[in-house]
C-alpha cells in the first residue's frame, strides 16, 4: 500500500503503549523521523518526504489522535499529553529496528520532537523544529495579537464537549478556515493532501483528540516544560530551528528562546506562511540537509 503523493512509502500500523500509530517508510539510510503538525496528517511531509528518502530512512507517522492514527482509551487522562505522544514515537521507531534516530517536527509534531529530546535523550541524535516554540514560553509572550491570530489555542482547549459541538456542526468550514488563515490566505495546499485531511477532521474522535492535544497544551504540557526548566534539563543533541520571516521582539525572537533550551542551536527564517513544510519545501531543504549531513550520522 502506498498514497500517490508518496511513491514507495510502504505503510503500516503499529501498536504502541497506548496507541495504534500509522507510519509510512521509505529509504534505507540513516533513520529520521517526520512528525506533522495540527491539523493535517503525515501528507504534510509529501514535498519533503520523497527527497530526504534518497539520504535517509524516512519515517512519516500520524500523531496520536490524528489522521489514521487512534488512542486506544482516547478518553483516559493524560493520553494525549505530549509525554505520551513521545513515547508512542520511541516505541514506534523501536519496532521499525532504530534506537536512535533524527527528528523533524513542524508545529505540534515539533512539540512532540522536543518532548522526545527531553525525555529519551539517547533515542534523538538531532532536533529539527519548524515554527515551534516550547509552549511554556509560548504562554509567556501571549499578546492580544497571538490571540487573535491563534485562536484555536483557546477554543479548543475549552473543557469536553464544548468545542467539539460547535467545530463539529461544520468541520469543512472551520478546518478551510483554519488551513487558510494558517496559509495567510495563499494557495498552497495540494488537493490530495486537503482531500486526506478533511477526511479525518470529519471524524468525530479525531477532532475530539486534537482538542485533547491542545487541552494538555494548558496543562500538563505546560507543567513538563515548567518543570524541566526548574531542574535547567537541556536538549543536549544539535537543534536546528527554522521559523516563520516576520517581526518578533528581542526576547520572543524564536534563536533567542531556543538557546535557553539548548547549547547547540542554529536556525534560520523563511519567507513563508506558517506551513513551511507545504509551502517552501526548497527552502526547508536548503537549511535541513546540510545541517542532518554534519550532525547525522
Given at each position: ?16 503503549h497506548?496507541?495504534?500509530i ?6 534505507s ?7 506533522h ?13 520523497p ?16 489522521g ?17 505522544l ?16 533524527a ?12 518532548r ?8 534523538v541524535?538531532a ?19 497571538f490571540?487573535l491570530?491563534?485562536y ?24 478551510n478556515?483554519?488551513?487558510q488563515?494558517m496559509?495567510?490566505g495563499?494557495e498552497i ?9 478533511h ?7 479525531v ?26 534539563h ?9 521559523w ?47 545541517f ?6
Open positions: 500500500m502506498s498514497h500517490s503523493l508518496l511513491p514507495g512509502f510502504e505503510y503500516s500500523t503499529l501498536i504502541t497506548g496507541a495504534q500509522q507510519v509510512a517508510v521509505k529509504g539510510g540513516p533513520p529520521l523521523l517526520l512528525l503538525g495540527y491539523p493535517q496528517n503525515h501528507l504534510a511531509w509529501h514535498r519533503l518526504a527527497r530526504l528518502s534518497e539520504d535517509y530512512t524516512v519515517v512519516l507517522a500520524d500523531l496520536r489522535g490524528y489514521e492514527s487512534r488512542a486506544l482509551e482516547p478518553n483516559a487522562p493524560g493520553s494525549y499529553d505530549k509525554s505520551a513521545a513515547l508512542d514515537q520511541v516505541q514506534v521507531m523501536q519496532q521499525l529496528g532504530f534506537e536512535r534516530f527528528v523533524v517536527g513542524h508545529d505540534r509534531g515539533a512539540r512532540v520532537a522536543y522526545l529530546a527531553l525525555e529519551y535523550p539517547e533515542a541524535s532536533l529539527v523544529s519548524l515554527t515551534v516554540v516550547p509552549i511554556l514560553d509560548v504562554w509567556g509572550g501571549v499578546n492580544k495579537a490571540a491570530n491563534a484555536h489555542w483557546f477554543l479548543l482547549a475549552q473543557p469536553f464537549d464544548l468545542p467539539e459541538r460547535l467545530i463539529g456542526a461544520d468541520p469543512a468550514y472551520f478546518l478556515w483554519t488551513l488563515r496559509a495567510q495563499r495546499y495540494h488537493p490530495l493532501a486537503l482531500e486526506s485531511y477526511r479525518a477532521f470529519a471524524r468525530p474522535q477532532l475530539h483528540a486534537m482538542c485533547e492535544d491542545y487541552r494538555a497544551a494548558v496543562g500538563a504540557d505546560t507543567d513538563a516544560d515548567l518543570a524541566d526548566r526548574d531542574a535547567g537541556q536538549v543536549r543533541c544539535p537543534v536546528l530551528v527554522l516563520q520571516d516576520r517581526p518578533y521582539a528581542p526576547a520572543s525572537h524564536p534563536l533567542t528562546v531556543w538557546q535557553t533550551w539548548a547549547p547547540d542551536v542554529r536556525g534560520a527564517a523563511i519567507a513563508a506562511s506558517h506551513m513551511l513544510p507545504e509551502e517552501a519545501p526548497e527552502a526547508v531543504l536548503e537549511q535541513l540537509s546540510p542532518l549531513q554534519q550532525v547525522w550520522p
